[in-house]
């Protein structure tokens, strides 16, 4: 059974940092490339960042870039994304999400439960 | 960016009743386009990709259609468990983007 479980996130001031973890189980993580996905509190979905199965392709919205960083140890099955310069429109529930392939661009075909990351002062 | 418009943002139906929602995007994406259901307070689920195909395990009464710039999830017969929120998204190129969500309400 495939299995995605966030944490990590938690109540955050403005301009801090915060990283949350993914730890997967259930399949082949070094398979498939894997993607976070956020959603403000009564609003969308939102792509925030991917990479790739090997982990030497990385991708960011223009919202997070240069300010977040997607990695994976593919030897813990575990994604990462460390975030810094928070700012409170970041405050939202964040989904880690498998994409349906390794490499390329790909749909998500299994979530996380979600970790709530909240910017306040 | 790839913009993706659905329609409506709310729409209220009856359980048995046929309903289509639409997805529209502001340039060519092939087939390559995803619907999910999403319940309050939970994580996405997966329903359609590749524009039509039924992700495993989805119900039957779910279809999706389209090719290029528009798109429709139809549902054959609304059931109890179809009320949801309803999301597109367009994985032809970075950065992925979502519709902003129709929401399925009980008339």
């Known amino acids: 059974e495939v299995q995605l479980l966030e944490s990590g996130g938690g109540l955050v001031q403005p301009g801090g940092s915060l990283r949350l973890s993914c730890a997967v189980s259930?399949?082949?993580?070094?398979?498939?490339?894997m993607s976070w996905v956020r959603q403000a509190p009564g609003k969308g979905l939102e792509w925030v960042s991917s990479?790739?199965?090997?982990?030497?392709?990385?991708y960011y919205a223009d919202s997070v870039k240069g300010r977040c960083t997607i990695s994976r140890d593919n030897s813990k099955n575990t994604l990462f994304l460390q975030m810094i310069s928070l700012r409170t429109e970041d405050t939202a529930v964040y989904y880690c999400?498998?994409?349906?392939?390794?490499?390329?661009?790909?749909?998500?075909?299994?979530w996380g439960q979600g970790s709530l990351v909240t910017v306040s002062s | 960016d790839i913009q993706m418009t659905q329609s409506p943002s709310t729409l209220s139906a009856s359980v048995g009743d046929r309903v289509t929602i639409t997805c529209r995007a502001s340039?060519?994406?092939?087939?390559?386009l995803a619907w999910y259901q999403q319940k309050p307070g939970k994580a996405p689920e997966l329903l359609i990709y590749k524009a039509s195909s039924l992700e495993s395990g989805a119900p039957s009464r779910f279809s999706g259609s389209g090719s290029g710039t528009e798109f429709t999830l139809t549902i054959s017969s609304l059931q109890p468990d179809d009320f949801a929120t309803y999301y597109c998204q367009q994985y032809n190129s970075y950065p992925y983007t979502f519709g902003q969500g129709t929401k399925l309400e009980i008339k």
């Open positions: 259930g399949f082949t993580f070094s398979m498939y490339a």
């Open positions: 999400a498998r994409d349906s392939g390794s490499y390329g661009t790909f749909y998500f075909d299994y």
């Open positions: 990479i790739s199965g090997s982990g030497g392709s990385t």
């Open positions: 340039q060519s994406i092939s087939n390559w």
